[in-house]
């Protein structure tokens, strides 16, 4: 089992930055990918940024450029780091981690608030 804590979501005006932290625990050495997710009002949950073992990166289109995801293996860490932050990327910012397994773990889930 794996535990995954979430912290750095908050209130930013638009064009501010925050960054995200993800701290796993347990059997962490059964990660395979990490990544970012997140869910709207009334929206699906979708990927946001995904980091792999051998360190591929992939992102949401409407958030290339603007987003970098990072992994600290030593720390068990991923990191979102969110700059020129927009109104529409308001919501709830869940950290995941997808197991060798192929199963799924999930944070409780931080909210990231884009003031206009």
């Known amino acids: 089992q794996v535990q995954l804590v979430e912290s750095g979501g908050g209130l930013v005006q638009a064009g501010g930055s925050l960054r995200l932290s993800c701290v796993a625990s347990g059997s962490t050495y059964t990660i395979n990918g990490m990544g970012w997710y997140r869910q709207a009002p009334g929206q699906p949950r979708r990927l946001v940024a995904l980091a792999t073992s051998d360190g591929t990166t992939d992102y949401a289109g409407s958030v290339k450029g603007r987003f970098t995801i990072s992994r600290d293996n030593a720390k068990n860490t991923v990191y979102l780091q969110m700059n020129s932050l927009k109104p529409e990327d308001t919501a709830v910012y869940y950290c995941?981690?997808?197991?060798?397994?192929?199963?799924?773990?999930w944070g409780q889930g931080t909210q990231v608030t884009v003031s206009s």
């Open positions: 995941n981690a997808h197991m060798w397994s192929k199963a799924d773990y």
